[in-house]
């Protein structure tokens, strides 16, 4: 069994309050949950009007799979949320 983790990291600048901010995570999570059915919540950073942690959690027995659905993420936030990726970990674990 493999397990991706990844840790996302958002800035949104144009976020002035926290209900700003609420709108656009939930947006991405609820978009990539339905798209690739990862496991996806916000982590740290939930007073920072400006900040949002992201982590996801993904099983499988394919590691050519993970490294897949880990780029697809990537893409579908720079490409539908442009701007807002700031930083991103990931490792794939071996259970």
Do not use: H
């Amino acid at each position: 069994m493999k397990v991706l983790i990844s840790k996302i990291t958002l800035v949104i600048p144009y976020s002035y309050s926290l209900k700003d901010k609420r709108r656009v995570v939930k947006a991405l999570k609820d978009r990539v949950w339905s798209k690739f059915r990862v496991s996806i919540s916000e982590i740290e950073e939930q007073d920072s009007l400006q900040r949002a942690v992201l982590g996801t959690v993904y099983v499988s027995n394919d590691k050519e799979l993970l490294d897949t659905i880990m780029n697809k993420i990537l893409n579908l936030i720079e490409t539908n949320y442009p701007g807002l990726l700031y930083d991103y970990i990931y490792t794939i674990e071996t259970y």
